[in-house]
C-alpha cells in the first residue's frame, strides 16, 4: 500500500474516532438538557413564568438538535470506519 493510501487510511481512521467520541460527548450532553428541563418543570410545578417557559423550550429544542447530531456523528464514525478498513 503506498504512503498516500496508509496516510488516508490513518486520517480517515483517526476521524471515525474523533466522530465517535464527539458523539458521545453530544450525547451524555442531550441527557443533561432533557434532565435539567425536567427539574425546571417540577420545581416550578405549575408557576411558570414566560422566562421559565423559555428556557424550558430552549432545552427540548437543544435536545432534539443534539439528538439529531449524534445521529450524524454515528453515521459519519461507521462509514469512516468502514472506508478505513476497506484501504
Known sequence: MDSTLLRLKGQVA??????RGMGDALERLKTSCGQTASEITHAISGTSRQSDRAIINTLHAAEAELGQAVAALRRAAHE???????L
Not at 14 to 19: I, M, R, S, V
Not at 80 to 86: D, L, M, P, R
Request: hydrophobic share 45%; no cysteine; charged share 0%.
Open 14 to 19: 483517526t476521524l471515525a474516532t474523533n466522530a
Open 80 to 86: 469512516a470506519h468502514q472506508f478505513a478498513t476497506s
